[in-house]
């Protein structure tokens, strides 16, 4: 799978620019905030209809301008796809081959890539929300029901928090079982497709992680939960947790139990990373876990993703970068750094040098 060209109008700091990518090694270099991170934020946009740095597309149009447009030529075995996305203040348009997708899970999945970048990390050093969401948009990358999924209970734990927060309790008492089988069936559906993925993605974090470091240190992840069973046995488990927490749910005015709250345990040669690995050890452990979201893509698709590579390469030492690169053999990446780097002598590679959002030098 490739990304053949990128055209950005009015998106962040470019004004209108055309990337035409090489099938192997794209290098966006130059100073910083000239506009490589950027570009390569719109290509993970793109595949997700999603960005990795903010939670709301108006911050991603240009200052001055009304909309922002990002399209690109993409290319896998099963042939040509154009991807569009107009986007504006309070609404955006999503496009599939010039047609119109109502859907946001629709447009998931066309053109699927892998972001690492150090703001990564938080995936290890922040909180669980930020690891729901590395679970999130790559499993929905392979999985529209995942993401059909995923929509719908969002929807129906918003409208069962409102109802939490009602003052007249016979009313929720009354209205919570309704909502409750509803949420339980797709957090069932939720959890099963996550402890699935987890469990493939384990021991590919653990490969990696060895990889990276000689061996010398070990990686493992965890689902932070006791769901076990299928579908039909998760749900009702999970129905008789929420109504175990009637009580509690009314009196803090939110939903205390279900997917919405799972984690993923992290340890690093068995001790809890978030409390005691170091910056070098987040980074390698973040770095792992995205090197085995690749292979699971691979897996998945008999496709290889298009690997995004954000100024990673001068946050690892000599050694380290040498491993990386060595993976990205075979594969489209997208590289940002602020100098052509010199690791890659010897690889056939298409640079492009950005100033102000614009592409000055290209070879």
């Known amino acids: 799978m490739i990304i053949k060209n990128l055209t950005l109008q009015n ?3 470019y004004e209108r620019e055309t990337f035409r990518f090489s099938e192997g090694i794209n290098v966006l270099y130059g100073k910083n905030a000239q506009g490589k991170t950027n570009c390569a934020e719109a290509v993970f946009y793109l595949c997700t209809g ?19 447009q990002l399209s690109a030529e993409t290319e896998s075995k099963y042939g040509k796809v154009t991807l569009e996305a107009e986007l504006y203040e309070n609404r955006r348009e999503l496009r599939v081959n010039g047609n119109k997708v109502a ?14 970048s150090p703001g990564e990390l938080r995936i290890v050093q922040d909180g669980p929300d930020e690891r729901r969401r590395f679970l999130n948009l790559s499993i929905s990358q392979t999985s529209k029901p995942y993401a059909s999924a995923l929509l719908r209970y969002n929807r129906i734990l918003e409208q069962r928090n409102n109802l939490l927060k009602n003052k007249d ?3 929720i008492l009354e209205t919570l079982p309704v909502w409750d089988e509803q949420l339980a069936r797709y957090a069932a559906a939720i959890v099963k497709k996550r402890r699935e993925y987890l469990a493939r993605l384990a021991p590919l974090a653990a490969e990696a992680h060895a990889f990276l470091t000689d061996g010398k240190e070990s990686l493992s992840l965890g689902f932070d939960g006791e769901y076990s069973g299928g579908e039909e046995e998760i749900a009702k488990r999970l129905k008789r947790e929420l ?34 690995a170091s910056q070098g050890q987040t ?23 298009i690997l995004i590579l954000d100024d990673v390469l001068s946050e690892l030492d000599l050694a380290r970068r040498k491993k990386l690169l060595s993976r990205t053999e075979g594969m489209q990446c997208i590289l940002t750094c602020t100098h052509a780097e010199r690791l890659l002598g010897g690889r056939e590679i298409k640079k492009f040098k950005l100033r102000e959002g614009k592409i000055v030098y290209e070879s």
């Open 11 to 13: 998106f962040r700091n």
């Open 50 to 68: 999603a960005s990795l740095r903010i939670r709301h597309d108006k911050q991603l149009i240009k200052i001055g301008a009304p909309c922002a």
């Open 103 to 116: 859907r946001a899970v629709d447009f998931l999945g066309n053109m699927k890539s892998v972001f690492f």
């Open 169 to 171: 309790a016979s009313l």
């Open 243 to 276: 109504e175990g927490a009637y009580e509690r749910d009314i009196r803090l005015g939110f939903t205390t139990v279900g997917p919405h709250r799972d984690d993923i345990k992290i340890e690093i040669g068995g001790c809890d990373a978030r409390g005691y």
């Open 283 to 305: 980074r390698t452990a973040a770095l792992s876990m995205k090197l085995a979201e690749l292979e699971i893509f691979k897996e998945l698709t008999g496709e290889t993703p």
